[in-house]
C-alpha cells in the first residue's frame, strides 16, 4: 500500500512558474517508478511525465518537455514536478502516482496507487 499528497498547486500567470511536490508513504520509496499525470475539465487525465526508481531516467509528454521537470529524492520520499513557461492550457488537476515496478512509463495502467489530485490554474 502506497499513500500519496500532492501539494504546491494554486493559480499563475502565463509564463510563471510552479512545483509540485508528492510525498509517499508506505512501500519503500526507492522500489518504484512516479509520474505525474493531468486531468483539464472536460478530458481525459492525459501523462505529463514520469521517473525511474532511481531518477536516472525521465520521460515527458511533448506537450510539457523543455518547460516541464520530473525529479525525486528517495532520501525524502518525495518526487517532485518544475513546471516552467506555463501556459493557459496546462491548467488541470495534477495527479502524482506510483508505479507497479521500477522503469518509467507512460501508460497509466502501470500505476498503481495514486494521490488526490493538486489544481493548477494558469491565467492569461
Known amino acids: 500500500q502506497v499513500h500519496l499528497v500532492e501539494s504546491g498547486g494554486g493559480l499563475v500567470q502565463a509564463g510563471g512558474s510552479l512545483r509540485l511536490s508528492c510525498v509517499a508513504s508506505?512501500?519503500?520509496?526507492?522500489?518504484?517508478?512516479m509520474g505525474w499525470f493531468r486531468q483539464a475539465p472536460g478530458k481525459e487525465r492525459e501523462f505529463v511525465a514520469a521517473?525511474?526508481?532511481?531518477?536516472?531516467?525521465?520521460y515527458y509528454a511533448s506537450s510539457v518537455k523543455g518547460r516541464f521537470t520530473i525529479s525525486r529524492d528517495n532520501a525524502k520520499n518525495t518526487v517532485y514536478l518544475q513546471m516552467n513557461s506555463l501556459k493557459p492550457e496546462d491548467t488541470a488537476v495534477y495527479y502524482c502516482a506510483a508505479g507497479r515496478g521500477f522503469a518509467a512509463t507512460q501508460m497509466e495502467y502501470d500505476y498503481s496507487y495514486w494521490g488526490q489530485g493538486t489544481q493548477v490554474t494558469v491565467s492569461s
Open positions: 508506505g512501500r519503500t520509496f526507492s522500489n518504484y517508478a
Open positions: 521517473i525511474n526508481w532511481s531518477g536516472g531516467n525521465t
